[in-house]
């Protein structure tokens, strides 16, 4: 089967990571999630996922990496990319194209940093390298719903600021189910994250970056900001930046012509 999918868990410094693996090519990639993993890992999803992302599937095997189960207070996006070295050891993957969104994207910088001789190609989608007025407001938002344990509420901040104000008044009617379906028992794993997103910088460590890069990002994007794409297109050497002005936070969802994009640079470095 050409999807060939399959759900998976790594030991990993006395927890457990779980992944997701699709897809029958010779060259990987890895996908790396947002912030709505500290809510919900990747287990259970292979199938779904690689219908969702079935473009890839002919080209690539496709991994992707939640992160750890346990993680310790004050974790950082650094500390998760090396989490990520460790989990390719372990699966013997030397080297990937790395393509991170939102918070995936900020460890995938730290990733791409570190580890170069780990990164083919790097995709860097809807994400910043240092925090901003725009990123600060809505994570300390979702934080203080957690603390609450409001999760209708924070999934409905979460709906009405990743996606497009028409895609928020069709679809905000699932948020009760959608509510149900995703709380945790605890919110300690995604409060963690949530921080490792307000304290993340990597904004100093772009020009290390030497991978060939493609930068993502939303004119309208309501979680972050379309500038932070700009800033790190700017200091990547070589950085290929695509903006969508109509689309936010929500773009590699509602953009149809997303996985397109990204299929185009993977195979010719070019969009």
């Not at 957690?146 to 069709?170: Q, V």
């Not at 709380?183 to 409060?191: D, G, V």
């Amino acid at each position: 089967m050409l999807l060939n999918a399959k759900n998976g868990t790594l030991s990993i410094d006395g927890t457990a990571m779980d992944y997701i693996r699709f897809g029958a090519g010779k060259e990987i990639l890895i996908m790396l999630p947002g912030l709505g993993d500290g809510l919900r890992s990747t287990r259970g999803t292979a199938l779904p996922m690689a219908l969702l992302y079935r473009v890839f599937a002919r080209d690539f095997t496709v991994y992707t990496f939640s992160r750890k189960n346990k993680l310790a207070t004050g974790a950082s996006t650094r500390d998760m990319a090396r989490d990520l070295k460790k989990a390719m050891d372990i699966l013997g993957i030397p080297k990937a194209h790395i393509f991170g969104v939102s918070m995936g994207g900020m460890i995938a910088q730290h990733f791409a940093a570190d580890y170069p001789e780990a990164v083919d190609k790097l995709i860097l989608t809807v994400t910043c390298s240092q925090p901003n007025p725009i990123l600060t407001e809505a994570v300390t938002e979702w934080k203080s719903l957690a603390l609450r344990g409001d999760h209708a509420a924070l999934m409905d901040s979460n709906l009405r600021r990743i996606y497009s104000e028409a895609y928020y008044r069709k679809n905000k009617w699932l948020v009760p189910i959608i509510g149900k379906l995703t709380k945790p028992q605890s919110y300690e794993r995604f409060l963690i994250q949530a921080e490792a997103c307000l304290t993340h910088d990597a904004f100093h460590r772009l020009q290390e970056i030497h991978a060939p890069t493609l930068v993502i990002g939303g004119e309208l994007d309501h979680c972050l900001g379309g500038e932070a794409s700009q800033e790190i297109a700017a200091r990547i050497p070589g950085a290929v930046l695509h903006m969508y002005p109509q689309w936010g936070h929500g773009l590699y969802e509602e953009a149809k012509d997303f996985n397109t994009l990204v299929l185009s640079f993977l195979q010719q470095g070019i969009i």
